[in-house]
């Protein structure tokens, strides 16, 4: 077994309950709120109907549920299909060091097992935790994006992880799944890039769906590569150098699940400060009253959501969320960014595509250099008088130097589960949640979504 697959079973096996602190379960309780809120405001999206049907076509024994609507099926399309919602509106939390990605898309995997298990909410949390510090620690070994390799190979890797833990697997079985899962799910970051599809949003819950499957299978005997991350033809190869685990969440190293990024607004992370410096212009000069917006970013946020013609010809959803200018545009005209403005109508809006057509973007080589430490945007615009107005922001709220308070992760769970759960019911599933780790029974818990 090469060093970083037994660094990591080893780890995932062996970790307790007692051995996480205050601040851990608090951010991942943190993380919870936010997640069920994304989840529940991509309900009624075609995607999450697409899965939702298939979920329809099997159930397992025992089964597990859709949140929400509570549809038997199998835990693998459980999975699948609520880590869908929780990815689709591209609101959930983002966790970065080398290779970004957003370690929420795991949950479901963890949650899907837990609940035929009908584990305890103590021990769904250690799970939990288990498959964050897994994504942490790959996020900070390996950088796939440089190499074409996209970032749901990492949410695949942390939910194979978390639902060896939630199954109680020994160290040996857990590097089974991690291995089958780490050989088997090395996918294409095409799948963000050019005018995006609806698997912009699928990628990262297939990842959750394979990872668990895989430790299903590790569970029942099923081996792996002893040497997938140093082996002659391992990921050592494909990245051009040699994965080397970072120090994980306990025995006096800090945990990670309160250092990840939380979304704001329902858009690519690197929208977020544009979008806050957008409505502090907006305070300046009208929309209608821009001749031209220049926007000055780093390179990662220039490749990722500010160039390529397609940015400009904004005519679908998945696209919408990864363009700079829609966002923009659609955040200055609107005084603000929520999932209605994603609609084809709103997007197609005269007066949005008019300011987007005003729109540049530039690489900023300041801003570039000082990425990933410090998160910043300068937005200079001149209005039809010929006045110049500039704003500059740093570390947009959200960030994780800029975080949410505890308060405004509920306002944004409210917001977007206004349309699936009743305010009494969104009060229950909050009270749930941020009492996680007291429930008996998951059950109880996913009971609690469904009003």
Same mark, same amino acid.
């Given at each position: 077994?090469?060093?970083?697959?037994?660094?990591?079973?080893?780890?995932?096996?062996?970790?307790?309950?007692?051995?996480? @602190? /205050?601040?851990?379960?608090?951010?991942?309780?943190?993380?919870?709120?936010?997640?069920?809120? #994304?989840?529940?405001?991509?309900?009624?999206?075609?995607?999450?109907?697409?899965?939702?049907?298939?979920?329809?076509?099997?159930?397992?024994?025992?089964?597990?549920?859709?949140?929400?609507?509570?549809?038997?099926?199998?835990?693998?399309?459980?999975?699948?299909?609520?880590?869908?919602?929780?990815?689709?509106?591209? #609101?959930?939390?983002?966790?970065?060091?080398?290779?970004?990605? !957003?370690?929420?898309?795991?949950?479901?995997?963890?949650?899907?097992?837990? /609940?035929?298990?009908?584990?305890?909410?103590?021990?769904?949390?250690?799970?939990?935790?288990?498959?964050?510090?897994?994504?942490?620690?790959?996020?900070?070994?390996?950088?796939?994006?440089? !190499?074409?390799?996209?970032?749901?190979?990492?949410?695949?890797?942390?939910?194979?992880?978390?639902?060896?833990?939630?199954?109680?697997?020994?160290?040996?079985?857990?590097?089974?799944?991690?291995?089958?899962?780490?050989?088997?799910?090395? #996918?294409?970051?095409?799948?963000? *890039?050019?005018?995006?599809?609806?698997?912009?949003?699928?990628?990262?819950?297939?990842?959750?769906?394979?990872?668990?499957?895989?430790?299903?299978?590790?569970?029942?005997?099923?081996?792996?590569?002893?040497?997938?991350?140093?082996?002659?033809?391992?990921?050592?190869?494909?990245?051009?150098?040699?994965?080397?685990?970072?120090?994980?969440?306990?025995?006096?190293?800090?945990?990670?699940?309160?250092?990840?990024?939380?979304?704001?607004?329902?858009?690519?992370?690197?929208?977020?400060?544009?979008?806050?410096?957008?409505? *502090?212009?907006?305070?300046?000069?009208?929309?209608?009253?821009?001749?031209?917006?220049?926007?000055?970013?780093?390179?990662?946020?220039?490749?990722?959501?500010?160039?390529?013609?397609?940015?400009?010809?904004?005519?679908?959803?998945?696209?919408?969320?990864?363009?700079?200018?829609?966002?923009?545009?659609?955040?200055?005209?609107?005084?603000?960014?929520?999932?209605?403005?994603? *609609?084809?109508?709103?997007?197609?809006? @005269?007066?949005?595509?008019?300011?987007?057509?005003?729109?540049?973007? !530039?690489?900023?080589?300041?801003?570039?250099?000082?990425?990933?430490?410090?998160?910043?945007?300068?937005?200079?615009?001149?209005?039809?008088?010929?006045? !110049?107005?500039?704003?500059?922001?740093?570390?947009?709220?959200?960030?994780?130097?800029?975080?949410?308070?505890?308060?405004?992760?509920?306002?944004?769970?409210?917001?977007?589960?206004?349309?699936?759960?009743?305010?009494?019911?969104?009060?229950?599933?909050?009270?749930?949640?941020?009492?996680?780790?007291?429930?008996?029974?998951?059950?109880?818990?996913?009971?609690?979504?469904?009003?």
């Amino acid at each position: 077994m090469d060093k970083p697959l037994e660094a990591l079973s080893a780890y995932a096996a062996s970790l307790t309950y007692n051995e996480l @602190p /205050e601040e851990a379960l608090h951010g991942m309780k943190r993380c919870l709120v936010d997640s069920f809120g #994304c989840a529940a405001g991509a309900l009624h999206n075609e995607p999450v109907d697409i899965a939702r049907a298939l979920s329809r076509q099997v159930t397992g024994i025992p089964p597990a549920t859709i949140w929400f609507t509570g549809e038997p099926t199998t835990p693998e399309m459980a999975a699948y299909t609520n880590a869908l919602m929780i990815r689709y509106l591209d #609101c959930n939390d983002t966790f970065r060091v080398r290779e970004g990605g !957003h370690p929420s898309d795991a949950i479901p995997a963890v949650f899907a097992l837990a /609940e035929t298990m009908h584990a305890s909410g103590r021990d769904t949390m250690l799970a939990l935790v288990t498959t964050y510090e897994v994504f942490a620690a790959l996020s900070a070994m390996e950088d796939l994006g440089t !190499h074409g390799i996209d970032h749901s190979l990492h949410v695949a890797v942390a939910a194979a992880a978390g639902t060896a833990k939630m199954m109680g697997l020994s160290e040996e079985q857990t590097a089974n799944a991690i291995s089958l899962t780490l050989t088997a799910n090395v #996918c294409l970051r095409v799948a963000r *890039e050019g005018r995006l599809s609806m698997w912009k949003g699928g990628a990262g819950p297939n990842g959750t769906r394979n990872g668990m499957f895989a430790a299903q299978l590790a569970a029942l005997g099923m081996t792996g590569p002893e040497e997938p991350f140093l082996g002659s033809s391992s990921m050592r190869v494909v990245l051009g150098e040699e994965p080397t685990v970072p120090p994980l969440g306990g025995r006096d190293q800090p945990f990670h699940t309160d250092k990840t990024n939380f979304k704001f607004f329902p858009a690519e992370l690197h929208g977020q400060a544009p979008i806050w410096a957008a409505l *502090e212009l907006r305070e300046k000069v009208a929309p209608e009253n821009i001749e031209a917006l220049s926007v000055y970013t780093y390179q990662f946020a220039y490749k990722e959501i500010g160039s390529g013609q397609e940015r400009w010809d904004v005519t679908d959803r998945e696209t919408a969320d990864h363009s700079l200018p829609f966002l923009l545009a659609t955040s200055l005209i609107s005084g603000g960014l929520k999932p209605e403005q994603f *609609e084809l109508d709103r997007i197609m809006d @005269p007066a949005v595509q008019g300011l987007i057509s005003r729109i540049s973007v !530039h690489e900023d080589p300041a801003l570039t250099a000082n990425y990933p430490g410090v998160i910043a945007t300068r937005l200079e615009a001149t209005d039809r008088q010929g006045q !110049h107005h500039v704003v500059a922001l740093e570390h947009p709220k959200g960030n994780v130097k800029n975080p949410l308070i505890d308060g405004e992760v509920e306002q944004k769970f409210r917001q977007f589960a206004s349309d699936a759960l009743s305010p009494d019911a969104q009060d229950k599933v909050l009270d749930a949640l941020w009492h996680f780790e007291e429930a008996k029974d998951v059950v109880d818990v996913l009971a609690a979504l469904r009003g």
